[in-house]
């Protein structure tokens, strides 16, 4: 191309194949996922969140002893030392979660046992398992702040997903409540080149370490357009306030142009399986919960079914994982600041994927924009300005 020629501007870079992948294939037009091949139906049925995590690290599913093994090793590193704890205490008043979520994992060669920087294959592996208990040890440790309490150290006894809802409260979940969380995290693990992982994979292609590469994923996943869109969802749902009130605030607000958040998709334009799967959830927790869940619940349901129903298949807006998530975490005991410090816990398994992966092949990721501003201004002098 001649060099005044005007390009082809893919903006947000939306359809463009960037790389190849073994770990995940998302169908946008089918409404289907799959890990490693794995279809997200089944393994939300039969898998664990350690047991995925291993899956989209490691690219097959581990046997009896070795998931026991990765389990420990992940609840171990969600032990986490005394200056991560002071650090993430210092930091929890003045910022935002996701802000300290991501101070805390770019200071974690701080507190490893040796350092890390450039490591072998071997060792990138040990490091994505220490990343995944770390922000998960990290998210436990700011609900429990949250909450008032002191740092509770993790159980070996227990799994990922038990031991995040022991560590913030002090007392061993009800199992009904670890498993919701646990498939919760199982669904967010992994979604191939999203904003995040691709951000993490940029950071990355220029042979920084891993701990930047997450670091950068962490920031990318705090904007509403991304993974911050579950807080906003459950802030609309409680502005909503009365179920009886959801179609006239969701009339108003298409109205106004403005975006319901926890709908919508780059990549799906049918309904995203994730949020099918969580949804079926909200039926479980209809009954039986706080009247804040239940009102949260009838309020999700009324917005979702308007919503389908005026832009599913007329404009291909579908709810997304994030749009359940509110009543769902609430039933849990997860308060909203967590909800996207959660989020980072359970795709870090995607993250690392993602970055062992593409440095199998490393290629420095520098893309083009394309300058249409002014060339050759003569230079004023300061004193001669206006
Ligand atoms: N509510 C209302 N209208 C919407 C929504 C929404 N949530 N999302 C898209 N639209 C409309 C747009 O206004 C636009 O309408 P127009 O053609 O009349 O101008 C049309 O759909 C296309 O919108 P785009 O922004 O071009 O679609 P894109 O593929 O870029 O959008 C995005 C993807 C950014 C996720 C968008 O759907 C959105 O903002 N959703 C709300 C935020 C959200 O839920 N993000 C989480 C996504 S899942 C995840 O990241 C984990």
């Known amino acids: 191309m001649a060099d005044n020629a005007t390009p082809t501007i893919i903006k947000g870079l939306e359809g463009v194949y960037f790389t190849e992948t073994k770990i995940c294939k998302v169908d946008g037009f089918k409404g289907r996922l799959w890990y490693r091949g794995y ?159 691709f951000c993490t994979i940029v950071a990355g292609s220029t042979l920084a370490d891993i701990y930047s590469a997450i670091t950068a994923g962490i920031c990318a996943l705090k904007g509403p357009l991304h993974g911050g869109a579950d807080e906003k969802a459950l802030d609309m749902m409680r502005a909503i306030g009365n179920p009886d009130n959801t179609e006239k605030y969701i009339e108003e607000a298409l109205d106004g142009k403005k975006r319901i958040m926890g709908f919508g998709h780059r990549v799906y334009k049918a309904y995203d399986p994730r949020a099918k799967v969580i949804k079926s959830y909200l039926e479980d927790i209809q009954n039986g919960s706080t009247m804040e869940v239940q009102t949260l619940t009838a309020i999700a349901l009324r917005a979702e079914k308007m919503m389908v129903e005026k832009l599913g298949e007329t404009k291909g807006i579908w709810p997304n994982v994030d749009f359940f998530s509110g009543p769902v975490y609430t039933y849990i005991g997860i308060p909203k600041e967590l909800f996207t410090p959660l989020f980072a816990a359970s795709r870090s398994p995607g993250w690392c994927a993602h970055m062992l992966e593409y440095w199998q092949d490393n290629r420095l990721i520098r893309p083009l924009d394309y300058y249409n501003g002014q060339l050759d201004i003569p230079y004023v002098p300061l004193d001669q300005r206006k």
């Open 39 to 197: 279809s997200i139906e089944s393994l939300a049925k039969n898998s664990s969140f350690e047991e995925v995590s291993y899956l989209i690290l490691y690219g097959s599913l581990p046997n009896a002893e070795a998931l026991s093994v990765f389990t420990k090793k992940l609840v171990s590193y969600m032990n986490l030392d005394s200056g991560i704890i002071g650090l993430v205490k210092m930091l929890s008043p003045n910022m935002l979660s996701m802000d300290v979520l991501r101070s805390a994992v770019s200071s974690l060669p701080a507190f490893a046992d040796k350092k890390v920087y450039q490591s072998e294959a071997e060792e990138k592996l040990e490091e994505s398992a220490e990343i995944i208990g770390r922000i998960c040890g990290i998210v436990a440790l700011m609900g429990r702040l949250k909450a008032g309490g002191e740092y509770v150290a993790p159980d070996q006894s227990l799994g990922v997903a038990q031991n995040i809802l022991y560590m913030m409260t002090g007392k061993i979940p009800e199992d009904k409540v670890a498993k919701m969380l646990d498939v919760m995290m199982l669904l967010h693990a992994e979604h191939s080149s999203n904003a995040s992982t």
